[in-house]
């Protein structure tokens, strides 16, 4: 019997080993009951905020990739979402090449697309991937920090909840990169999701009580897969990556 697959997707301005890292609990959750992917987004935020800014100065070399799924561009009343087309026909791609995916963890605009994902492939319109894409529906979706897309351009999206897809949502209530109400918000998309607020800012948290609960909500998907015993010797947090950016 082959592994559950989950795809892994990372927040704007990281990367797929900086996901690693700050997804760590989790990998050490699934274990080997799962595969993990990580793909980079296609979209290099630094490359584009030099061309977007016109900088006459360079930035130079840096210690991290600053990648993203999109960037959101914001001029008068209208809200554009540049690179959003080549995001989504890079995981239409993705979804066809290296799935079927059992499910999705996503952090901030990760966790964003980890739920248009899920619409599009619960049959609900949407944007388009740019192919022809053959893949079931997801079974499960893990998000952190993660809000709707605020183009008005795709609000039709979140217009019914989606009915087939469990989903857990972590969310900081000291959140000061995406707030607390934008992720509160997103709930209405589903039926019955599990909610995980907890005292924190914009990260996945690494207490036990956390543990427990992505754990709890993973084991009816993931075979094999049992409730920890004993979450309370968790080693303390080392340093977050850069908070990422709206």
Not at 50 to 68: C, M, P, R, T, Y
């Amino acid at each position: 019997m082959s592994k559950p697959k989950i795809l892994c997707l990372h927040g704007f301005g990281e990367s797929a080993d900086v996901f690693k890292i700050r997804s760590r609990n989790f990998r050490n959750i699934v274990g080997e009951h799962a595969e993990l992917v990580y793909p980079d987004g296609p979209i290099d935020v630094g490359s584009l905020r030099d061309a977007l800014e016109d900088s006459s100065e360079s930035s130079g070399k840096q210690d991290f990739v600053n990648l993203a799924w999109w960037w959101t561009r914001r001029g008068g009343k209208t809200i554009e979402l540049r690179g959003f087309t080549k995001t989504m026909e890079f995981i239409g791609k993705l979804l066809n090449e290296q799935g079927p995916f059992d499910g999705i963890l996503g952090f901030s605009q990760g966790g964003t697309l980890a739920v248009v994902i899920a619409a599009l492939l619960e049959g609900r319109d949407g944007p388009s991937f740019g192919i022809e894409v053959n893949h079931p529906p997801i079974k499960f979706l893990v998000v952190a920090g993660a809000f709707e897309t605020e183009s008005p351009q795709y609000q039709y999206i979140y217009a019914k909840p989606l009915t087939n897809t469990p989903s857990l949502h972590m969310m900081g209530t000291y959140d000061t990169v995406v707030g607390i109400a934008k992720p509160r918000q997103l709930l209405k998309m589903f039926e019955n999701p599990v909610v995980f607020e907890f005292d924190g800012g914009h990260f996945i948290p690494q207490t036990p009580k956390c543990i427990r609960t992505m754990t709890e909500f993973l084991v009816p998907h993931i075979p094999g897969l049992q409730p920890k015993s004993n979450t309370d010797n968790v080693p303390e947090q080392p340093p977050t990556p850069p908070q990422e950016s709206a």
